[in-house]
């Protein structure tokens, strides 16, 4: 008998060993030249990063936050996301309510999301408020 069951959690730093070799291969989905795979492993296990997982027998998608401090305001902002498959519908918003929580508990006044033009679709009651140049030298 096998027991099958669904849940949204932060891992915490202490954790992230134990998870680590099932989230790599789905941020590595979504990583650019900015990170490395090690770079967000250093920033989770100091906690200057949060990993949010949903889970349902193994890991299937997984979130990367960080807090950042502006002069006029905090903010918790996700940078990273990867999953298995095309299962956003199945874990975004309830692991957006579990980041909100979060957000909250941490003292933040806004949740920011950095990410692809695609985003913009699948993220209810966000505005876009700014787009983001970059040239290479």
């Known amino acids: ?3 099958s069951y669904w849940m949204i959690l932060k891992v915490p730093e202490k954790d ?7 989230v790599e291969p789905l941020i590595k989905k979504a990583l650019d030249d900015t990170y ?3 770079d967000i492993l250093d920033g989770l296990v100091k906690n ?3 990993l949010f997982i949903s889970w349902e027998n193994k890991v299937e998608s997984a979130v990367i936050t960080e807090v950042v401090q502006y002069p006029q305001k905090k903010i918790l902002r996700y940078f990273l996301a990867g999953a298995e498959g095309n299962n956003l519908n199945n874990w ?4 957006q309510q ?10 933040c006044q806004a949740i920011e999301v950095a990410g692809r033009k695609g985003w913009a679709r699948k993220l209810k009651g966000y505005e876009q408020k700014i787009y983001l140049f970059n040239k290479e030298l």
């Open 98 to 107: 579990e980041i909100e929580k979060f957000a909250k508990l941490n003292n």
């Open 1 to 3: 008998w096998l027991c």
């Open 36 to 38: 490395s795979a090690r």
């Open 16 to 22: 992230i060993h134990i998870i680590w070799n099932e």
């Open 48 to 50: 200057s990063f949060q």
């Open 92 to 95: 975004l918003e309830p692991i």
